[in-house]
């Protein structure tokens, strides 16, 4: 592909809308800043998930906990293990890497790390406005087979653990 032509035309706190431009095509492109996820497994194999509302879809979807690379310095894995504690209360015995994934690569240039913690345990309050949901990964595997798991870092996330 010939270097494009380049429109910024939104620059917000997390992302920021470019139009791109090259040999009479253009396409608009989300430049955002990037975010952690982790699939947190308890010592009895259960999986801490998160029920919360996501306004952009208009449902209160069931996730694993994640949140934005928004700390200056922090790499993808202590985001990861903050959120984990932040939105469920949970800490990690320990964390592995699961892969990464693009979040919707034919207009957002997102990355999400996703990771797997073990040996979960509670340690404090959730935080507010999350449901934390614990309940056997196989359950929740089947809840992505039957559609009822639909956001993406959690769809790969509980196929790539359960495959381990």
């Known amino acids: 592909m010939t270097s494009p032509e ?3 035309v939104y620059e917000g706190p997390i992302f920021r809308v470019e139009v791109l431009s090259w040999s009479g095509k253009t396409r608009d492109v ?9 699939l947190p497994l308890t010592g009895d194999g259960d999986v ?29 894995e202590d985001a990861a293990r903050r959120e984990l504690e932040e939105e469920t209360g949970y800490g990690a015995g320990s964390i592995e890497p699961l892969g990464r994934i693009h979040t919707s690569p034919g207009f957002v240039d997102e990355v999400c790390h996703l990771f797997l913690a073990r040996d979960c345990n509670r340690r404090g309050d959730h935080e507010e406005g999350m449901e934390v ?7 929740a595997v089947g809840m992505v087979d ?13 196929l790539l653990a359960a495959r381990r």
Do not use: N, Y
């Not at 989300?30 to 982790?38: M, Q, T």
């Not at 798991?149 to 769809?155: E, M």
């Open 6 to 8: 380049v429109e910024r």
């Open 30 to 38: 989300v430049r955002a800043l990037g975010a952690s996820a982790i």
């Open 48 to 76: 801490v998930l998160v029920r919360q509302e996501r306004e952009a879809v208009g449902e209160r979807l069931l996730e694993i906990p994640a949140g934005l690379l928004d700390v200056e310095g922090e790499s993808p």
């Open 133 to 139: 949901v614990v309940m056997p990964i196989d359950e």
């Open 146 to 158: 039957r559609g009822e798991i639909t956001d993406s870092k959690t769809v790969a996330a509980l």
